[in-house]
């Protein structure tokens, strides 16, 4: 186990579902690292199947969401999340991962009673994937890190919405059983909850991305005349981004937190790499230019697991966490990057094969600086945040 981690003010319930995730990661998720039906798109079905199986039978499927329906405090979610990121393929296993847990999390916060019963279920026990479709074509002057230029509309037609437009880098949707789709009304944007797949969401491509653990991949979507229910509205028209902001905020931290779990077990394949290769005489982690690396990863990953601790803190307060989420998501995203690159040089060539799963942490956390929005566009946000404070203050 970990000993690394931090354990305050987690409840020793949280702990114990946290050391069982652990485990059964390590045990049981670790050896299918290097399955075949690992692809360029993601696991295949039928692997994603077998290890969701594996975590339904170990008891750690959805694990930070209790029996009765009730959810882990944020800080908690993070010791459990965090231990679920121990391998690429921990998430999937636990069901802990992207799109679904922000998905779940949105649902169960904003959804209708009858939403909740035909959907929630489903996407809990791990029997059903999802899709959050925002993000449009930039050649078509679509929605991107900036929600207000979205495209994709809706318009009423009796007792039924109907859709159009393209989304692009929608994660998942490839064999995902339910969808969130966002669009915009006379009103401003709406959520819809639509079953999938359907004849008028129509997959053009799955793109290749330089990341690999997500089913489904990231594919290419064309919405072309889709009619769903008015009852299907996830919330009220015209509180589409309100929702988004519900859903992104916490969505945006549990990636740090899974990503982080994937870096602390890069460090320790990368720290035991180093104590036993020798080189000019010694171990290379006797030589200062590779045993500095991994005190310097040390730090950032604690600095990283506090900063988690942070934001967590924050959202547990039942504040929105925008801007902490924010600063989080650079702070973490940032460090994870100087983390897996070190990892890899202090390996050498056996960093860059997929021998182990270093290289792959390596591709992954560079995609992380970009999803949920790239650090710049973080840093864009809190720089005006200052720039009205200070007016406020200026003119007080």
């Known amino acids: 186990m970990n000993t690394h981690l931090e354990t305050a003010g987690i409840s020793p319930r949280a702990l114990e579902i946290a050391d069982k995730v652990e485990a059964f990661v390590r045990a049981e998720v670790v050896p299918f690292e290097r399955d075949p039906r690992l692809g360029a798109h ?4 039928e692997l994603a199947d077998e290890l969701k199986a594996l975590g339904r039978a170990a008891g750690v499927m959805t694990p930070h969401i209790l029996e009765g329906g009730g959810h882990l405090t944020q ?3 993070a010791a459990v999340l965090i231990r679920s990121g121990l391998s690429p393929l921990g998430p999937l296993a636990c069901h802990t991962c992207a799109p679904d847990e922000g998905n779940m999390f ?26 959050f479709f925002m993000t449009e074509p930039a050649e ?33 949707a490839d064999g995902a059983g339910m969808g969130i ?16 797949p359907d004849p008028a969401i129509r997959i053009e491509r799955v793109l290749d991305t330089i990341d690999s653990s997500m089913p489904g991949g ?24 309100k929702y988004a902001q519900v859903r992104l ?7 740090c937190m899974r990503w982080l779990g994937a870096c602390i077990r890069a460090h320790e394949i990368a720290t035991d790499y180093a104590n036993r290769r020798m080189a000019f005489g010694k171990p290379l982690v006797d030589h200062e230019g590779v045993g500095f690396m991994l005190a310097e990863n040390r730090i950032d990953l604690k600095q990283a697991e506090l900063m988690i601790y942070w934001c967590a803190d924050v959202l547990d307060t039942g504040a929105p966490g925008t801007t902490e989420s ?28 997929a021998d182990t799963i270093v290289e792959q942490v390596f591709r992954e956390i560079r995609a992380f600086r970009i999803y949920d929005g790239p650090t710049e566009v973080h840093k864009w946000s809190l720089a005006k945040k200052i720039k009205r404070e200070w007016k406020a203050q200026a003119e007080a």
């Open 42 to 45: 993601g696991p295949s079905e």
């Open 75 to 77: 800080r908690e979610t």
């Open 106 to 131: 949105l649902l169960g916060k904003v959804g209708s009673p009858e939403l909740k019963e035909r959907f929630l279920g489903r996407m809990v026990d791990g029997s059903m994937r999802s899709a």
């Open 140 to 172: 078509e002057g679509g929605a991107g890190s900036d929600p207000s230029m979205m495209q994709t509309t809706c318009r009423m037609d009796g007792n039924h919405w109907v859709i159009n437009g393209r989304k692009t880098y929608i994660t998942g």
């Open 181 to 196: 789709i966002m669009a915009k009304s006379g009103d401003g944007a709406c959520m819809f909850l639509v079953d999938l």
């Open 218 to 241: 990231h594919a290419v979507i064309a919405i072309d005349n889709l009619r769903v229910p008015a009852d299907q509205m996830l919330g009220e028209a015209g509180e589409g981004f």
């Open 249 to 255: 905020a916490p969505a945006r931290l549990s990636h």
């Open 326 to 353: 924010s600063m989080a998501k650079v702070a973490v995203s940032e460090a994870l990057m100087r983390v897996a690159d070190r990892c890899v040089q202090c390996m050498g060539g056996q960093g860059v094969t």
